[in-house]
């Protein structure tokens, strides 16, 4: 399997750090059912965060399930869109398992990893090992907006 380069990931993940505007007045969007973590993904399809189920947290943040299935090739991949406003007590470091890609469209996020703290703007890709203890929490004073691509392992 060849790999894949920085430019062609940031090419392939482009659709998923579009203005949700944009998107909803140029396509056909899809109604997302109710998420079915065992449904098997074997069409191409349009999602949109506009018309996927929110869950507001005590905190303030926003979360958009927008996908939840398996590949045709057998990865698990759960899609979301999340919202931190600025100056909120973020979730506490957790442990993953399964992989993630973390794709900040709006302001700032500060990765907690490994011993390590690293800002990240817009437009940044924030890879997630398996296994690896972490916390994002805004770092700004605007909301963070960024949308988390788990694939694998208990991503369903």
């Not at 997302?32 to 996927?52: C, G, M, Q, W």
């Amino acid at each position: 399997m060849n790999a894949i380069s920085r430019r062609e990931l940031y090419i392939a993940l482009s659709a998923f750090v579009t203005k949700r505007t944009a998107t909803a007045a140029t396509t056909q969007v899809s109604r997302l059912p109710a998420p079915e973590k065992s449904r098997t993904l074997s069409h191409s399809e349009v999602l949109s965060p506009d018309r996927a189920p929110v869950t507001a947290s005590a905190n303030g943040a926003k979360r958009w399930n927008i996908l939840e299935g398996v590949l045709a090739t057998g990865e698990a991949i759960e899609v979301h869109e999340s919202l931190q406003p600025a100056g909120i007590v973020p979730n506490p470091p957790h442990t993953i398992q399964h992989s993630e890609l973390i794709l900040v469209q709006e302001g700032t996020l500060l990765f907690e990893y490994d011993g390590k703290s690293e800002k990240v703007g817009a437009g940044g890709v924030i890879f997630v090992a398996f296994g690896t203890r972490h916390a994002a929490r805004n770092a700004g004073d605007s909301p963070a907006k960024y949308f988390v691509v788990a694939i694998g392992g208990n991503a369903r």
